[in-house]
């Protein structure tokens, strides 16, 4: 499964890059916001230091607009994934920037037909969000389970993006089920590495060498 990461803090993505953690980035509105920085500013550097796809999402709300924004956000560099919303209009500008060979993300995807939609309209990536549908009392996992059985009964390509991770098992059930790609803020995929008999053991092993005396360095 591949990891890419849910922010535009620059220093974070650097961080995490430098662990190999990072095969993409995805962005959104509140994330730029979040940031404090220029859209077109702080993609490029990201661009800089990531070579994986790196989602920049349109705010237009019709295709004509979008299809322009969208082409301009992909003028930042070749690794750009458009972003668009799942909306009609944000499908035909998925149709017509998948036909120029850009990738797109289709975002805020709340059903299998939904996704299946974004599917035959070209989209590289659809982007499920487990979290929200959890924080109305739905299944975000089983959504994901249902894309994956529909993209593979009939050899969709769209890669499945598993977005608004929460927490450390949801990225563990999203690799059962078998998403193509998750994105998870950078707190997230730290807490992955935490156990508590990692934390026990360690604590252990400490106390029984002070008792050594010994010292390697
Ligand atoms: C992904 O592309 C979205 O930007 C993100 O995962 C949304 O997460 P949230 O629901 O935690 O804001």
Known sequence: MKFFVDTADVEAIAELNDLGMVDG???NPSLILKSGRDIIEVTREICSIVSGPVSAEVVA??????IAEGRKLAEIAPNIAVKV???WDGLKTCKVLSGEGKMVNVTLCFSANQALLAAKAGATFISPFIGRLDDINLDGLELIGDIRQVYDNYG???????ASIRTANHVTQCALIG???MTAPPSVIKAMASHVLTDKGLDQFMKDWAKTGQKIL
């Open 25 to 27: 980035v995805t962005t």
């Open 61 to 66: 709300l019709n295709a004509e607009d979008m």
């Open 85 to 87: 919303p799942l909306t």
């Open 156 to 162: 969709f390509e769209t890669q499945i993006l598993a």
């Open 179 to 181: 998403a193509d790609v």
